[in-house]
């Protein structure tokens, strides 16, 4: 089982820049996929990014790319999400989610419901 806490979240101006991280604790970490998930109100839960366990393999969202970066560093237990260039649509609460290596995975998921584990969110707001 994982235990999984977001911080880095605040109010940022358009253009501007934050780092998400997620701590995580509890038995075999490092062999998790890692995903960050985001949700505006009145939205559903959309994919952000997605990380192998290994790092080795990521992947984002299309209206993330180029402007964030998934990564993570098993030593410290914690997975990042640099976000650069922000934007107003950016503006949501900001979810880390652990995927249990059980299911195997070819393909990492982008999908919320393929994920086991969830940290309590951290709240992004992205000014115009």
């Known amino acids: 089982q994982v235990q999984l806490v977001e911080s880095g979240g605040g109010l940022v101006q358009a253009g501007g820049s934050l780092r998400l991280s997620c701590a995580a604790s509890g038995r075999t970490f490092s062999s998790y996929n890692m995903g960050w998930f985001r949700q505006a109100p009145g939205k559903e839960r959309e994919f952000v990014a997605t990380i192998s366990w290994s790092g080795g393999r990521t992947y984002y969202a299309d209206s993330v790319k180029g402007r964030f970066t998934i990564s993570r560093d098993n030593a410290k237990n914690t997975v990042y999400l640099q976000m650069n260039s922000l934007k107003p649509e950016d503006t949501a609460v900001y979810y880390c989610?652990?995927?249990?290596?059980?299911?195997?995975?070819?393909?990492?998921?982008?999908?919320?419901?393929?994920?086991?584990?969830w940290g309590q969110g951290t709240q992004v707001t992205v000014s115009s």
């Open positions: 989610a652990a995927d249990h290596p059980l299911h195997m995975r070819v393909v990492m998921s982008t999908t919320p419901g393929s994920y086991d584990y």
